[in-house]
T-cell receptor
Framework: SQKIEQNSEALNIQEGKTATLTCNYT??????LQWYRQDPGRGPVFLLL?????KEKRKERLKVTFDTTLKQSLFHITASQPADSATYLC?????????FGKGTRLHILP | DTGVSQDPRHKITKRGQNVTFRCDPI?????LYWYRQTLGQGPEFLTY????????KSRLLSDRFSAERPKGSFSTLEIQRTEQGDSAMYLC?????????????FGPGTRLLVL
C-alpha cells in the first residue's frame, strides 16, 4: 500500500517569505493528490487538488506541483502570514479511500 | 447546510465503558468516512459508507468498533469496552462520490479520552 512521507519536523518561516512543504509517496502515482490544512483541535480543511496530468495548480497565494517521476508534490505559500501557521496534510486516493500523510507543522514567524 | 457536524465534541469515559459518536454529513453527500487521529499523526482511515452500505473497514477497526448509517444520512460509531489506546480524535468526513475527483469535507471531530 501507499506510504506518504511528509517532513514531520516543524517548519519555521519568516513572515513574507515563501514556505515550501514536501510530500513524497512510495508506490504508483495516484490519479490526483490533495492538500489539506488542519488547525489545532479542528478537522482538516481541503485546500487544493492536483491531477496526475497537471504539473502545477494555483489558488491565490498557494501553489502545488506534482512530479510523477520524482513521486513528489510540493506545496508553496507565497508572501506567508502568521495566519498561515497550521499543519498541512498531503493526501492521495488508494482503493477508493483517502490516505493522509502525518502532516507538516508550519510556523510563520512575525 | 453549514457542513459536517459531530456530536459530542468531547467525551471522557472510563475504561471498559461503551461510547457512541454521531456524525451528520452534508445533506447531498452520499459518502461518509470515519477516521481516527492521534497526536502528531495524520487521520487514519477506519471505515466508509456509500449511502447506507458500509463498503470498507480498516484492519484498525477491531471487533469492538461498529459503525452504522441506517438511512444513508447520519452515521454512528460505537466503541465497546473502551481501552486507553482508544483515546484519540475521531473525525467524520463526507463527500459526493463520482467523477474524477473527490474532496472530503471534515467535521470538527470528537475528542475521546479513556481514563
Amino acid at each position: 500500500s501507499q506510504k506518504i512521507e511528509q517532513n514531520s519536523e516543524a517548519l519555521n518561516i519568516q513572515e513574507g517569505k515563501t514556505a515550501t512543504l514536501t510530500c513524497n509517496y512510495t508506490n504508483y502515482s495516484p490519479a490526483y493528490l490533495q492538500w489539506y490544512r488542519q488547525d489545532p483541535g479542528r478537522g482538516p480543511v481541503f485546500l487544493l487538488l492536483i491531477r496526475e496530468n497537471e504539473k502545477e495548480k494555483r489558488k491565490e497565494r498557494l501553489k502545488v506541483t506534482f512530479d510523477t517521476t520524482l513521486k513528489q508534490s510540493l506545496f508553496h505559500i507565497t508572501a506567508s502570514q502568521p495566519a498561515d501557521s497550521a499543519t498541512y496534510l498531503c493526501a492521495l486516493v488508494e482503493d477508493d479511500k483517502i490516505i493522509f500523510g502525518k502532516g507538516t507543522r508550519l510556523h510563520i514567524l512575525p | 447546510d453549514t457542513g459536517v457536524s459531530q456530536d459530542p465534541r468531547h467525551k471522557i469515559t472510563k475504561r471498559g465503558q461503551n461510547v457512541t459518536f454521531r456524525c451528520d454529513p452534508i445533506s447531498e453527500h452520499n459518502r461518509l468516512y470515519w477516521y481516527r487521529q492521534t497526536l502528531g499523526q495524520g487521520p487514519e482511515f477506519l471505515t466508509y459508507f456509500q449511502n447506507e452500505a458500509q463498503l470498507e473497514k480498516s484492519r484498525l477497526l477491531s471487533d469492538r468498533f461498529s459503525a452504522e448509517r441506517p438511512k444513508g444520512s447520519f452515521s454512528t460509531l460505537e466503541i465497546q469496552r473502551t481501552e486507553q489506546g482508544d483515546s484519540a480524535m475521531y473525525l467524520c468526513a463526507s463527500s459526493l462520490a463520482g467523477g474524477r475527483q473527490e474532496t472530503q469535507y471534515f467535521g470538527p471531530g470528537t475528542r475521546l479520552l479513556v481514563l
